[in-house]
Each structure stands twice: as C-alpha cells, then as structure tokens.
C-alpha cells in the first residue's frame, strides 16, 4: 500500500477534513490526508494519488479503519473492505454485516474525479463515534451454544489433568456414569470446567469419553459440557511444558483430502521438531484433529442462574460479549479453510483472562473482588459462579459475597499429577440448592462456607509448582533489547524442560537474607515494596543473573515483608516491577552503585 503513494512536493497540511480534491499540477486527483487515518508514517502529510490508484487507497484505508475500531486483525479487515468499498451511489443498502453503519458526508465537488472519490468512498460513521463498533463485524459464523434453560440438576467437575480414573470416579459418584462408562444420568447437565489436558497421561482417554458421553448424554435429554482452560489455550499455542512423557503420541494425525495437512507435515519436518513431538503439533494447531475436539468447549456457559467458567469472568468480559468471545474461540481453534484467518482472541491471553483469572478462588476474595462478582452476576442474572483452575486444599468449596451471591470452587487437585486430591463434584438442583458430591456421601453447602472451614492458605502462595504461572511471569526478566520477532510461520514449541521448578536457588535465598536486614518497617507499605523490589533487581542484574522472573521476585518478596502484604498490594507490585524493568539496567545500578552484600557475593 505505501509504495502505492506518491508524495505530493507541494504537500500542505488540512486541519479537519481526511479527504479533499485539490487542482494540482497533474490534473484533478484526490488528496489524503493520513493524519485522521490510523496510518501513522505520514503525520501531518498529504498524498497525491493517482485515479488508478483509489480503489487500492481506500480499500487500504478502509482496512485500517476496520481493524483500529474492532478487533478485527488486518488480514480479516482487507477481507471485508473491498465489499463495503464497492457499493455505489446508486446501491440503496449496504451488506447484512454493515448494515446501520453510514457514510460521513464527503464533498469532491461535481468533477469526473471527484465522481470516483465519492463512489469509492466508504467510509463509516463511527469515524466520528469512535465508541460504535458493531459486533457483526468480528463474530464468525460458527455454532457455539453457550446459554441454557434451567434445568433439574447440574454436576461440576473440576480439573481432571490427564486422570481419566479420576473423571470416571467422580460421574460414577454422581451417578452419571455406569461400570461400563455409559451415560445414566438421564437430563442432567454434566460440565467439567476446563483443564483435561497436561500434568498426565491419560488426557486423550478424556476426551474420548467425554466426547462418547456427549452423545449419549444428548440421546437421553441430557448434556455434557467441557470448558477451555488455561492449559487447553497453551496446547494449542503449543507450550507443552507440562506434557507428560506418555501424552506425546496416539493422537490422530490422519491424511485427509488435500494438500494442506501435507503441506503442514512437510513444514514441520523442516522445522525440525523432534520425531516424538511431531503428532501432538500437528493435532494441536488450529484445525487439527485435537484443536476440532476442542472447539466443541466453550470459554464460559450459563445454564439458568449458574454461570461456569474455568478461571473467572470480570466485567470487562461481559463487556467484550461472552458470546463474541466463545465464537472466536471456536473458530480460531476449528481453523481449515472457512476459519483459517480468525486468530486466539487477544483476551484470553490476559493475566485475568476467563482462563487464568484467580481473583476469585484465593481462600478469601477481597472486597472488590466480591463486588465485581456481583456486578458481573447481575448483569448475567446469575446467581452463582462455578469455577476451576486454582487448586482448593478444603476440596470443593464457597465463597459469599455480602448480597448473597455465591463463587464455587471446584478444583481439588484430584490428578495424580496434581496433588491426589479428593475426587468431589459440586451439585445444583432446580431449586438452587447445592451440595458437594464425595465419595463417602453428600455434604451440604453450608459445612463448604469460609465459616464453616476456617481459614486457609492460598496452596498459588507456597512455592509448590502446582500452580501454573502466567505467561509472563515466568519468563525471565531482561533489560538488553528483545530479539527480533520470528520469521512469519515459525512455530515456536515449549517443552517440559522449560517448566518453572520449585524452590530458589543459593543466591535467591541469600538475597532474601539481605532484603531482611536491609527492611525498614517503620516505612508506609508501599515505599517499603518499592525499596525492596528495586534493591531486589538492582543485585540481580549486578550478578548477572539471567533466571530472574517476576513470580521468583514476587515470591522472594514474599518471604520479607510476608504473603499477605504481598496479596494486599498485589496489583502495587506488579506495576513497581513493571517500572522497575523500564528504567534500565544502568539506571538501577546507578541508584544502588557500590558493591554487591557480603551475603549475596558469598
């Protein structure tokens, strides 16, 4: 698009108008002004451009605009541009998808050219409203039912990580299930919540039943949903760092019609993945044997008044639209030739993305915590919220906000790759009433409350490794420039090698040591952290210490100033360490110069 433009020699600035004709040199020619475009390079600039060349100008621009005011990427923007750019003046409505977007009055005068402009011209009404943006525009068409009618009884299973055994005790438990694994359960809603995958063996052995039962369960008038978790979306970014050494293989890579698959399968050879990695790539990628299985997940459903979701939702989620959300998701992980330009939706990767939210699950929310709950429950017309994700050490569990709105949490870390935890499953009647499913009979919500069970530690705060950290909290802290972005294509596979491992190394606990004498608790809380994470960085980067990660700064932080000081302000240290790192290597050694702690040399 760029090399399309000829820089005009006797370009001017325009104040307010993003497109006028002007007499030039070369004839009448439309001019842009790329200062109200998103196309930044020419600030304050003007273009001439040629008659030939219009249609290319504004299909470009039109692109940009499209993908600035949604969340469109580029490549489905040009997708879309050419069949809005190509009504006429003569066409009385615009296409379905466009429809109640209008153009904004653009005048080139009554000139043959000017004609052209304003034919080509489609520009939208949200140019001067930048807040419309419809959802039509970046909702693919793929079925993905994430709503449903009260019903007599749900049953929640929490994170069964590769623990088929796992799965089948708590449906036979709940009476879902028989000794051949077949589906009893008449029309029950059955959902596990997310995370089938990693930290065992046995992951596709879950699928597969889980898939059998949901047939069944649909024959009998029931269901069977299964949610994404984090671990699903790092599979199918392919970080396989928690992949266990007998999941590697068996997943179905069969040929199909075409030469796609080929293709990918010789791409993949040149890209030298070791032999054993090979099937799970190819079954992970977006439109991959496994990636279809996973599109039939939702992010987060709603049946009647009990929202499921495997980390959390806050209010921003429901402002993005649950039902956006899903269906990007199911076609970024459906792929093939009908999805293959629809990319991960950029909210899942969040830190408090509805698959890695634990604002929620910590033994005790906060406050605002407990209000954003029931701000995001009102507006669903929920009543309660079922999660995952965080591991429970007082099995499936509640919390109640003020105004009597409930979070359950069903994690109890049953895998055997996890902690072995109690095989428990949470139950909704029709008429709200709830129990906890175990293995040696019911138990009733109230004996599950913070009041009933005491208080708890976070099982995320002790340096287990049960937890899994966020993408960004692991990976190490480095000042120097980052490398330049992989070539388009590369796919970039994270391998077991690679997983955080529990417990500091010599020089952290020494560090920590230091930060203790150094420690002033007559400060405010704040100015303390700040002192302490800076003295922290500025000794890490003076021993070139290349490991460092902010969970290991968080967590040696912890041990100075104590765990819940850490959790108050946990928002506070995150945008200290954030500032921390910006500052450079050089200015941080220039604030804390002279030489390391006897302690920390040693």
Not at 218 to 225: D, F, N, P, Q
Not at 434 to 450: D, L, Q, Y
Not at 499 to 517: H, I, M, T
Request: with cysteine; hydrophobic share 40%.
């Amino acid at each position: 698009f760029p090399a399309t433009l000829e820089k005009s020699s006797t370009a001017r600035n325009v104040k307010n108008s993003g497109i006028e004709r002007q007499q030039g040199s070369q004839g009448k020619s439309c001019r842009i002004n790329t200062l109200t475009a998103p196309l930044k390079a020419q600030q304050h600039k003007m273009v001439r451009v040629s008659r030939v060349q219009l249609p290319i100008v504004f299909t470009a621009f039109a692109a940009f605009f499209l993908a600035e005011q949604s969340r469109l990427t580029r490549v489905e923007a040009f997708h879309h541009a050419p069949s809005v750019l190509l009504r006429s003046s003569r066409t009385a409505k615009l296409p379905a998808q466009f429809r109640g977007m209008k153009v904004p009055a653009v005048s080139f005068g009554q000139s043959r050219v000017g004609q052209n402009c304003r034919t080509s011209t489609m520009l939208f009404k949200f140019l001067e409203n930048s807040n419309t943006s419809p959802d039509s525009l970046n909702v693919p068409d793929i079925e993905a039912e994430w709503q449903f009618p009260a019903t007599d009884r749900i049953v929640a299973v929490g994170d069964v990580h590769g623990d088929v055994t796992a799965l089948i005790g708590c449906m036979e438990i709940a009476g879902l299930i028989d000794d051949n694994q077949d589906w009893i359960g008449g029309t029950t809603h059955f959902v596990q919540i997310g995370d089938i995958l990693d930290r065992g063996d046995e992951e596709k052995d879950c699928i597969d039943l889980l898939a059998k039962l949901r047939k069944q369960a649909k024959e009998a008038g029931g269901m069977v949903h299964v949610l994404i978790g984090n671990h699903e979306v790092m599979n199918v970014d392919l970080d396989f760092r928690y992949v266990t050494p007998g999941a590697w293989t068996d997943w179905d890579t069969r040929p199909k019609s075409g030469t796609l698959l080929v293709s990918m399968a010789e791409q993949l050879a040149s890209i030298g993945f070791p032999p054993y990695m090979k099937q799970r790539v190819m079954a992970f990628r977006p439109g991959g044997s496994a990636a279809k299985e996973l599109a039939k997940m939702r992010v987060a459903i709603q049946i009647g008044d009990t929202i499921l979701v495997h980390g959390g939702l806050r209010l921003k989620h429901i402002e993005y639209g649950l039902d956006r959300l899903n269906k990007q998701t199911a076609a970024w992980l459906e792929g093939g030739s009908r999805y293959k330009n629809w990319m991960k939706p950029e909210i899942l990767d969040d830190n408090d993305s509805p698959v890695w939210a634990r604002l929620y699950s910590v033994p005790q929310p906060k406050a605002r915590a407990q209000e954003e709950l029931e701000a995001v429950l009102t507006a669903l017309g929920g009543k309660r919220m079922v999660v995952g994700h965080t591991p429970q050490l007082r099995g499936v569990n509640s919390a109640v906000t003020p105004r009597g709105f409930e979070v359950w949490r069903t994690d109890t870390g049953m895998s055997q790759g996890m902690m072995s935890g109690p095989l428990e499953c949470l139950e909704v009647l029709g008429d709200g009433t709830t129990h906890i499913i175990t293995e040696t009979g019911i138990v009733p919500a109230a004996m599950r409350s913070p009041e009933a069970t005491g208080d708890v530690i976070d099982v995320c705060d002790v340096d287990t490794g049960i937890c899994t950290p966020l993408p960004d909290e692991v990976e190490a802290i480095h000042f120097t420039q980052p490398s330049p972005p992989e070539e388009p294509g590369t796919l970039r596979v994270r391998v077991p090698e690679e997983a955080p491992v529990a417990g500091f190394s010599l020089e952290n606990k020494l560090e920590v040591e230091v930060l203790r004498e150094m420690d002033d608790a007559t400060l405010a809380l704040e100015d303390r952290i700040s002192f302490l994470l800076e003295r922290l960085i500025a000794d890490a980067v003076r021993r070139e210490d290349e490991t460092l990660t902010k969970k290991t700064v968080k967590e040696m932080l912890r041990k100075v100033i104590g765990v819940e000081a850490v959790s108050e302000y946990e928002e506070y240290v995150a945008a200290e360490i954030r500032r921390i790192i910006s500052m450079g290597a050089e200015a941080i050694l220039e604030r804390y110069a002279g030489p390391l702690p006897t302690q920390a040399r040693k």
